[in-house]
C-alpha cells in the first residue's frame, strides 16, 4: 500500500507550479494487485488527479469497479473549475480510497471522505499523510491562515557576504543554482522585492531556465512613496505579467501612469515610514495569494524576519570568501539583542547544485 502511496506522491510532484492556487494531487487505481490507471492534476483548470486517473484506466481499457484508488488529498466534493471527483468516484464503482490527508479547503475538509462513505465506500486516511501534508503546505498554510506562504531567499558567500564591499553581487552563485532560484520563481504565485532592490538591478522577476517554459510569478513590489521609475522592467512589461506596487501613497494622480502601464496599485497601511508588511500579506490573502518568493534586498528581510511573517528560508552558498563590510548580509536594519530570541528554524534539506549548497530551512 504505501508504494502505492508513495507513487502518487511521486506523480502530484510533476504538477509543481502548474496547479498555482490548486493543492498538487496524484492518484494511483490498483485492482488485483496491479496499478490499472495513474493520474496527477497537471494545471489549474485541468482535470483533478482522481478524474486524470479514471480516464487513464478507461483509455487503457480496464475496468475500475471494485478497484481502490490511492490518492494524496481528500477527493473534492463541490464544483469549481471541475465537478467533483467525489461523483466521478462514486459513478465508476471503486470500491475503496486510501487517502493521504483530509484538504483543509473549508468547501471539503471532511465533506469530500464522507460523501464517499454515505456511497458505502471504504475510505481509508493517514498513508504517508505528513509526506503530503509538506508537499502541499503552502496551500495547507493558505487554507488556514489565510494570508501567503513567505519563502526568504539569498545568496552568500561561506564568509556570509551578499555582495563585495564594492556592491557588486553578480555571481555569488554559478547558473545551476540560478536556474534552481528560477525554478522557484514558477513554483510560488508570487515574487517580491523591495524599492531599493527594483532600483539598483532593475529586475524583470521572470523566469527564464533553459528549455523549460514555466509561468512567471506574479510581480510585488515594496514601494512606499512610489519611487519605481515608469521606464523599469518591472511597468515596462506589467500588461504581460501581472505587477503590484505596494504603496503608502494614497494621492490617485500619482498612481495614473502606473495604473496605464497595467499595474496594480495596492494602497497599504505605513508602519515606521515604511510598507506595514503586515497589513500588506493580509491584502495579498484576501487576493487568493498562497506563496510569495522573495528575492528582496537586505532589509526587507530584515523587517519581514521582525514582523513575524517567514515560513522558510532558501539559503544558497557559494563557495567563495570575499570579506567586506558588515552591510553587505542577508539580513539588515533589525536583529535580536539575545541568542535565546533568534528565530529558530530546523533544516529540511541540503541539496548541493553544481560547486554551490542550498540550504532549504523551515520556521519553527
Given at each position: 500500500?504505501?508504494?502505492?502511496?508513495?507513487?502518487a506522491?511521486?506523480?502530484?510532484?510533476?504538477?509543481?507550479?502548474?496547479?498555482r492556487?490548486?493543492?498538487?494531487?496524484g492518484?494511483?487505481?490498483?485492482?488485483?494487485?496491479q496499478?490499472?490507471g495513474?493520474?496527477?492534476h497537471?494545471?489549474?483548470g485541468?482535470?483533478?488527479?482522481?478524474?486524470e486517473?479514471?480516464?487513464?484506466?478507461?483509455?487503457?481499457?480496464?475496468?475500475v469497479k471494485g478497484?481502490?484508488?490511492?490518492?494524496?488529498?481528500?477527493p473534492?466534493c463541490h464544483?469549481?473549475?471541475?465537478?467533483?471527483?467525489t461523483h466521478?468516484?462514486?459513478?465508476a464503482?471503486?470500491?475503496?480510497?486510501?487517502?493521504?490527508?483530509?484538504?483543509p479547503?473549508?468547501?471539503?475538509?471532511?465533506k469530500?471522505?464522507?460523501e464517499?462513505?454515505?456511497?458505502?465506500?471504504e475510505?481509508?486516511?493517514?498513508?504517508?499523510a505528513?509526506?503530503?501534508?509538506?508537499?502541499n503546505?503552502?496551500?495547507?498554510?493558505?487554507?488556514t491562515?489565510?494570508?501567503?506562504?513567505v519563502?526568504?531567499?539569498y545568496?552568500?558567500t561561506?564568509?556570509?557576504r551578499?555582495?563585495?564591499?564594492?556592491?557588486?553581487s553578480?555571481?555569488?552563485?554559478?547558473?545551476?543554482?540560478?536556474?534552481?532560484?528560477?525554478?522557484?520563481?514558477?513554483s510560488?504565485q508570487?515574487?517580491m522585492?523591495?524599492i531599493?532592490?527594483?532600483l539598483?538591478?532593475?529586475p524583470s522577476?521572470?523566469v527564464?531556465?533553459?528549455?523549460?517554459?514555466?509561468?512567471?510569478?506574479?510581480?510585488?513590489?515594496c514601494?512606499?512613496?512610489l519611487?519605481?521609475?515608469?521606464t523599469?522592467q518591472?511597468?515596462?512589461?506589467?500588461?504581460e505579467?501581472p505587477t503590484i506596487?505596494a504603496?503608502?501613497?494614497?494621492?490617485?494622480?500619482?498612481h495614473?501612469a502606473?495604473?496605464?502601464?497595467?499595474?496594480q496599485?495596492?494602497?497599504?497601511?505605513?508602519?515606521?515610514d515604511?510598507?506595514?508588511?503586515?497589513?500588506?500579506?493580509?491584502?495579498?490573502?484576501?487576493q487568493?495569494?498562497?506563496?510569495i518568493y522573495?528575492e528582496g534586498?537586505s532589509?526587507?528581510?530584515?523587517?519581514?524576519?521582525?514582523a513575524?511573517?517567514?515560513?522558510?528560508?532558501?539559503?544558497y552558498?557559494?563557495?567563495?570568501?570575499?570579506?567586506?563590510?558588515d552591510?553587505?548580509?542577508?539580513?539588515?536594519?533589525?536583529?535580536?539583542?539575545?541568542?535565546?530570541?533568534?528565530?529558530?528554524?530546523y533544516i529540511?534539506?541540503?541539496?548541493?547544485?553544481?560547486?554551490d549548497l542550498?540550504?532549504?530551512s523551515r520556521?519553527?
Amino acid at each position: 500500500m504505501k508504494d502505492y502511496m508513495q507513487e502518487a506522491l511521486d506523480l502530484a510532484q510533476l504538477g509543481q507550479g502548474w496547479t498555482r492556487s490548486n493543492p498538487m494531487v496524484g492518484a494511483v487505481i490498483v485492482k488485483n494487485d496491479q496499478v490499472i490507471g495513474r493520474g496527477y492534476h497537471r494545471k489549474y483548470g485541468g482535470l483533478h488527479a482522481e478524474r486524470e486517473a479514471l480516464k487513464d484506466a478507461s483509455e487503457k481499457g480496464h475496468d475500475v469497479k471494485g478497484a481502490t484508488m490511492y490518492v494524496i488529498l481528500e477527493p473534492c466534493c463541490h464544483f469549481g473549475k471541475t465537478p467533483p471527483c467525489t461523483h466521478a468516484l462514486i459513478e465508476a464503482g471503486i470500491e475503496k480510497v486510501v487517502v493521504a490527508t483530509t484538504d483543509p479547503n473549508p468547501l471539503v475538509a471532511g465533506k469530500g471522505i464522507q460523501e464517499l462513505r454515505n456511497h458505502h465506500i471504504e475510505v481509508e486516511t493517514g498513508l504517508l499523510a505528513k509526506e503530503s501534508e509538506d508537499l502541499n503546505r503552502k496551500f495547507n498554510y493558505f487554507m488556514t491562515h489565510q494570508r501567503p506562504y513567505v519563502t526568504m531567499k539569498y545568496a552568500m558567500t561561506l564568509d556570509g557576504r551578499t555582495a563585495a564591499y564594492t556592491g557588486d553581487s553578480q555571481w555569488i552563485t554559478d547558473k545551476i543554482a540560478r536556474e534552481h532560484v528560477h525554478y522557484q520563481r514558477h513554483s510560488n504565485q508570487a515574487i517580491m522585492v523591495g524599492i531599493g532592490t527594483a532600483l539598483l538591478d532593475d529586475p524583470s522577476l521572470t523566469v527564464r531556465i533553459d528549455d523549460f517554459e514555466g509561468i512567471n510569478p506574479i510581480r510585488i513590489v515594496c514601494d512606499t512613496s512610489l519611487k519605481l521609475p515608469l521606464t523599469s522592467q518591472l511597468v515596462a512589461t506589467a500588461k504581460e505579467t501581472p505587477t503590484i506596487i505596494a504603496t503608502t501613497n494614497q494621492n490617485p494622480q500619482d498612481h495614473q501612469a502606473y495604473q496605464a502601464a497595467g499595474c496594480q496599485l495596492l494602497v497599504v497601511n505605513a508602519k515606521n515610514d515604511k510598507v506595514d508588511l503586515v497589513d500588506l500579506i493580509t491584502q495579498l490573502g484576501h487576493q487568493g495569494i498562497q506563496s510569495i518568493y522573495v528575492e528582496g534586498g537586505s532589509r526587507l528581510n530584515a523587517s519581514l524576519l521582525e514582523a513575524g511573517l517567514i515560513q522558510e528560508i532558501h539559503t544558497y552558498i557559494g563557495p567563495k570568501v570575499i570579506g567586506g563590510f558588515d552591510q553587505y548580509s542577508p539580513i539588515s536594519g533589525f536583529g535580536f539583542p539575545q541568542m535565546d530570541q533568534a528565530l529558530t528554524s530546523y533544516i529540511q534539506a541540503i541539496t548541493p547544485l553544481g560547486k554551490d549548497l542550498l540550504i532549504e530551512s523551515r520556521v519553527d
